[in-house]
């Protein structure tokens, strides 16, 4: 079954500890992205790969980084969590840019 | 600020109704998509359309684009309750004028009542 999976989640950890969410497709998309969503605010996108190695900002980067080394793979690593970064997190994987978008389960994320 | 802004935020309507959501955006497209969020949950694509097409179907869907008034609509006809969800737009500016990215907007929260 054509899909992107995201783990953990869901998950609760404190202010500073280093946590790494990540995000697997089985389609061999190229194009990968990571979005937060809250309320009010809709999906805002965090960074995006356009292939292995490539990747780029978003529109709210700040305090995450990502990292492509497997065309299926585009963990979302948070270095030092801190309270603003309490959000639903999700990924997602089209063939292209210019293609349908393929939305992972969501990772709820709290941070304390 | 959001590319897409969709209108209303909310809409309740009872079942067999159609709904009618719109979304306007600010630049230049190459594609405008509609996806729809169960509470919660992961977005599911609904349709594609293409700067250069001006109306779309699937099945109990109508999305029309006018992009000299830079505005689309998403139609659902017939609705069911399993209809209700949030229902957010998504614009794709291209390489020069979106860099490579999908914007969305803050949604249209559907609900269909019995």
């Known amino acids: 079954e054509a899909q992107v999976t995201q783990n953990p989640r869901y998950l609760i950890t404190v202010t500073g500890k280093k946590l790494t969410v990540t995000c697997s497709q089985n389609?061999?998309?190229?194009?990968m992205s990571w979005y937060r969503q809250d309320p009010g605010l809709g999906l805002r996108q965090i960074y995006y790969s356009m292939n292995v190695e490539v990747t780029d900002k978003g529109d709210v980067p700040e305090g995450y980084k990502v990292s492509r080394k497997e065309k299926r793979n585009f963990p979302l690593i948070l270095e030092s969590p801190s309270p603003n970064q309490t959000s639903l997190y999700f990924c997602?994987?089209?063939?292209?840019?210019?293609?349908?978008?393929?939305f992972g389960p969501g990772t709820r994320l709290t941070v304390l | 600020s959001q590319q897409g802004e969709e209108d209303p935020q909310a809409l309740s309507i009872q079942e067999g109704e159609n709904a009618t959501m719109n979304c306007s955006y600010k630049t230049s497209i190459n594609n405008l998509q509609w996806y729809r969020q169960n509470s919660g949950r992961g977005l599911v694509h609904l349709i594609l359309i293409r700067s250069n097409e001006r109306e779309k179907h699937s099945g109990r869907l109508r999305v029309t684009l006018d992009t000299s008034k830079k505005s689309s609509s998403l139609l659902i006809t017939a609705s069911r309750a399993a209809d209700t969800a949030s229902y957010f737009c998504?614009?794709?500016?291209?390489?020069?004028?979106?860099?490579?990215?999908?914007?969305f907007g803050t949604g249209t929260q559907l609900k269909v009542e019995l």
């Open positions: 998504a614009t794709d500016a291209g390489v020069t004028g979106g860099g490579n990215k999908l914007t």
């Open positions: 389609m061999n998309h190229e194009y």
């Open positions: 997602a994987s089209s063939l292209g840019l210019h293609n349908e978008q393929f």
